[in-house]
């Protein structure tokens, strides 16, 4: 059972069959036909018992630590997962898929391997907010695997330093910090051209995939290349 979205689509494709349930956000892959338990925050965790997993896959990001321990606590197995970095994360994918009886790397993994190690060093030059929700504003800060990502890629998270993971700084504090970008993806919140990039006129914004910023999975293997692409592919409100 998984109720991590990323790790629904990496059990899917590499261990077909080995689901008994998901989330009704895990949207990939698209054919998956499980039942489901719900949200990702809040569960039905009757169901989930009473589908009797083996294992349930958490997230300590996606998932409430109290729907882990009361999971835990029925005699339900868990598996929390937190990567906050690429490497992390492809470290603790190879760990999962391993010990569910993988009998080998999959080729999507290995594929992810190389397509981030073959990045080319490229000096972070663009200073960036990362807002992942408005009303209130939330944006990335510290520690985060998506920070890592757009580190990766030559961004440069101007909340990076700050102790909160997930600051909330009012949009006149995001237009004050002077960032050279804003980059909008479409999850959590679903910034779009028409909804996001009027808050800071005059800057550019890069509307981005949330699956491939967050994601870790086999949206992996793909995420160097979608991602770059829009990032280059700004939009300047007026």
């Known amino acids: 059972m998984s109720l991590v979205p990323s790790l629904t689509e990496a059990v899917a494709v590499t261990r077909p ?36 997993p ?4 958490l997230n ?17 197995p868990v598996r929390v997962t937190y990567p906050r970095t690429v490497d992390g994360a492809l470290i603790e994918l190879a760990d999962l898929l391993r010990d569910l009886g993988a009998p080998a790397e999959p080729d999507w993994l290995a594929e992810a391997r190389r ?8 000096p972070v030059a663009r200073r960036a907010v990362v807002p992942v929700w408005r009303r209130p504003w939330v944006v990335l800060g510290a520690d985060t695997f998506a920070g890592d990502v ?33 980059v909008l993806p479409d999850e959590p919140y679903r910034f779009t051209r028409d909804d996001g990039p009027e808050a800071f006129p005059g800057v550019p914004c890069a509307l981005l995939s949330g699956r491939h910023l967050t994601w870790y ?22």
Do not use: F, M
């Open 54 to 57: 083996d294992l349930v896959l």
């Open 150 to 182: 757009l580190r990766r890629l030559g961004v440069s998270n101007l909340y990076a330093d700050q102790p909160d993971r997930y600051p909330r700084p009012s949009l006149e504090q995001l237009r004050a910090d002077a960032p050279d970008l804003v």
């Open 17 to 52: 069959g080995l689901l008994v349930g998901a989330t009704d956000w895990c949207s990939h892959p698209a054919d998956l036909d499980v039942p489901r338990v719900g949200g990702t925050k809040y569960p039905d965790l009757d169901r989930i018992r009473a589908l009797r």
């Open 217 to 238: 999975g086999p949206s992996l293997a793909e995420a160097p290349t979608v991602l770059a692409g829009q990032l280059a592919d700004r939009v300047l409100a007026d």
């Open 115 to 122: 397509a981030w190690a073959g990045l080319p060093r490229t």
């Open 60 to 76: 300590v990001e996606e998932n409430r630590r109290e729907d882990a321990t009361a999971l835990a606590a029925a005699g339900v």
